[in-house]
C-alpha cells in the first residue's frame, strides 16, 4: 500500500525540484529588474518591501503551480512557467503607469504603493494561471 502511494514520489520531486528553482530564478530576475533593493529593504525591516516581493511572489508561484497541474511533461512547465515570468515583468510595468514612483514610494516605507504593486501582481497571476489550459 505504501508502496502504491510513493509511486509518485520521484516525479513530485522533478516538479518540486525544478519549480523551486524556477522561483528562484524568478526572485533574481524581479529583483534585479525593479529599482529598489527589495531584500536590502527587507532587512531594515521595511514592510513595504516585504509586502510587494511577498505579493508579487504569490502572484508568480500561482500560475506555475497551474503549470505543474496543467503541463504534459517538465519541458512544458518550464515553458509556462517563463511566460509567468514575463508576465509578472509586465504587471510591475503596468503598476507603474498608476504610481510612476512606485520603487521610490516602496523605498521609502509607503505600504500603499506596495500594496497596489501587490495586488496587481497577484491580479496577473491569477488571470495568467487561469488562462494555461493545455
Not at 521595511?46 to 505543474?68: C, D, E, Q
Not at 497541474?69 to 498608476?98: M, T
Request: net charge negative.
Amino acid at each position: 500500500m505504501l508502496g502504491t502511494s510513493l509511486a509518485g514520489l520521484p516525479a513530485f520531486l522533478v516538479y518540486f525540484c525544478v519549480a523551486a528553482a524556477i522561483v528562484v530564478a524568478y526572485l533574481f530576475i524581479y529583483t534585479r529588474i525593479t529599482p529598489h533593493d527589495e531584500f536590502g529593504l527587507i532587512r531594515e525591516n521595511v514592510p513595504a518591501a516585504a509586502v510587494a516581493l511577498g505579493l508579487s511572489l504569490l502572484g508568480f508561484v500561482l500560475p506555475v503551480a497551474s503549470a505543474i497541474a496543467h503541463s504534459a511533461n517538465i519541458v512544458e512547465c518550464v515553458v509556462w512557467s517563463i511566460i509567468a515570468l514575463v508576465v509578472q515583468l509586465i504587471a510591475y510595468f503596468v503598476a507603474q503607469v498608476v504610481d510612476p514612483h512606485l520603487s521610490k514610494r516602496i523605498a521609502a516605507g509607503e505600504l500603499a504603493s506596495a500594496i497596489w504593486l501587490g495586488f496587481v501582481s497577484v491580479s496577473f497571476g491569477v488571470l495568467s494561471a487561469a488562462s494555461m489550459t493545455s
